[in-house]
């Protein structure tokens, strides 16, 4: 069982690199969402997507992003890395997102640790 | 604004040593709360979900109360394992998720 599957578990960057953090999951769930985590603070949406080829913002969206061509596959682009963009990403899906209502639950990838130097 | 608070951010009890986290959010109208168990190093695993107030969940030595301000985890009897960071969550009105920041909980035998 693989689950939600996130590439690189850690990467190093200078800051204006761009890089992909990869994100794929083999549930066939509809919804997918990018996270971020720094200490002291809860997680935050980045991006989400309620199906393929459809996308939105969350709450710190500003220097990613990101594009949904299939159900497995929901990639996170930062496109010039700078210093606050050091945290940990995690990936999560669910099969219809909170809206479907039942229990919403969301399954999480083991996180992806970036620092930008 | 909308917040969720957790409360306290850091607990050590004994093994045995029965507890309760604290999760409480500013916002009137709940669609929904959620609890979930993170491990170092690893991702959020689900606990439970909540939608109404007088609401609870239970699985093993946890079990999760709602009302209308804030969420309890109460933690009966607890063993070494049970270790984590407790995160809750509420659902807002764009059906996402807003994240306490968590509670570490150590259980030392």
């Known amino acids: 069982n693989a689950g939600v599957t996130q590439t690189p578990k850690f990467q190093v960057l200078k800051t204006g690199q761009s890089m992909t953090l990869q994100c794929a999951q083999d549930?066939?769930?509809?919804?997918m969402s990018w996270y971020r985590q720094d200490p002291g603070m809860g997680l935050r949406l980045i991006h989400y997507?309620?199906?393929?080829?459809?996308?939105d913002q969350g709450e710190v969206p500003n220097g990613y992003n990101v594009s949904r061509s299939t159900t497995e596959d929901f990639p996170l682009r930062l496109l010039s890395a700078a210093p606050s963009q050091t945290s940990v990403y995690f990936c999560?899906?669910?099969?219809?997102?909170?809206?479907?209502?039942?229990?919403?639950?969301?399954?999480f990838g083991e996180g992806s640790r970036l620092t930008v130097l | 604004e909308d917040q969720v608070t957790q409360s306290p951010e850091a607990l050590r009890l004994q093994e045995g040593e029965s507890s309760s986290l604290n999760c409480s959010y500013t916002v009137s109208g709940l669609r929904g709360l959620f609890w979930y168990r993170q491990d170092p190093g690893k991702g959020p695993e689900f606990l439970f979900t909540?939608?109404?107030?007088?609401e609870e969940k239970e699985k093993e030595r946890l079990k999760a109360t709602l009302t209308k301000k804030e969420s309890f985890l109460h933690i009966t009897a607890p063993k070494p394992e049970d270790s984590a960071t407790y995160l809750c969550?509420?659902?807002?009105?764009?059906?996402?998720?807003?994240w306490g920041a968590g509670t570490k909980l150590i259980i030392k035998p």
């Open positions: 549930m066939n769930h509809e919804y």
């Open positions: 969550a509420r659902m807002d009105s764009n059906y996402q998720l807003i």
């Open positions: 909540l939608y109404s107030a007088g």
């Open positions: 999560a899906s669910s099969y219809s997102g909170l809206a479907g209502g039942g229990t919403g639950e969301l399954f």
């Open positions: 997507s309620v199906g393929a080829g459809i996308t």
